[in-house]
């Protein structure tokens, strides 16, 4: 069976308050790759997770996951 | 940290970069379609072909760059951040593929029916950018609408 990466991204954001744009602005990207690592389409490169990690202070392992 | 203002400028222009993209992978098979209609004896007219070499150019350097007639750096950035270089990169992989597979078709055709030169590359090469160019736009577009 595929693995896939599972993310709490969105949950973080509006427990936050932010709008997609906003998470986009605070890690330098747009909208649409936001919305496409919320919704599983696009795996985000390392970089990114950590960037995304760091936005939402929590670890990488907190944000992200392995779906078996 | 971005601006907010600067992500929703890159949300306006990635959302008009992918309507203008397909348009114009629309308009380009539609002319080539009236090309490859029209006689023999009056396709190859200077014009034309020189019409068809100037769109081939626009369209590999947008497929290159993602758009590099757009203004503003900061911009440009968000708009070619690391989801659109992969959409790009599947765009130009399918369109690597749909180039060789149109190389063999024509080449089969060869064996049955005479295909000049200008002819099998005019094919190819409208075939293989035409459907790269479609591709990065329809998956911008349902990058763009997802959620």
Do not use: C
């Amino acid at each position: 069976m595929a693995e896939r990466l599972a993310n709490r991204l969105k949950t973080e954001r509006e427990a936050r308050g932010w709008t997609q744009a906003e998470l986009a602005a605070r890690v330098g990207v747009s909208r649409k790759t936001i919305n496409t690592v919320e919704n599983r389409i696009f795996v985000p490169s390392t970089l990114l997770a950590l960037k995304l990690a760091e936005a939402f202070e929590l670890s990488v392992e907190q944000l992200f996951s392995v779906e078996r | 940290m971005h601006d907010v203002h600067d992500v929703e400028e890159a949300e306006r222009m990635g959302r008009t970069r992918s309507r203008v993209f397909f348009v114009l992978a629309i308009v380009f098979f539609a002319g080539q379609s009236v090309y490859f209609s029209s006689s023999p004896a009056t396709r190859d007219s200077s014009p034309r072909v020189g019409a068809w070499l100037i769109l081939v150019l626009l369209m590999l350097m947008l497929l290159a760059t993602g758009g590099f007639l757009l203004r503003g750096r900061k911009v440009r950035d968000l708009l070619n951040d690391e989801a659109s270089r992969h959409n790009r990169l599947a765009s130009q992989a399918l369109g690597f593929w749909v180039t060789i597979l149109s190389a063999l078709a024509v080449y089969v055709e060869s064996i049955f029916d005479p295909v000049t030169f200008n002819e099998a590359i005019h094919i190819i090469v409208t075939l293989g950018v035409g459907a790269a160019l479609i591709s990065f736009a329809v998956r911008e577009r349902r990058a763009h609408r997802i959620g």
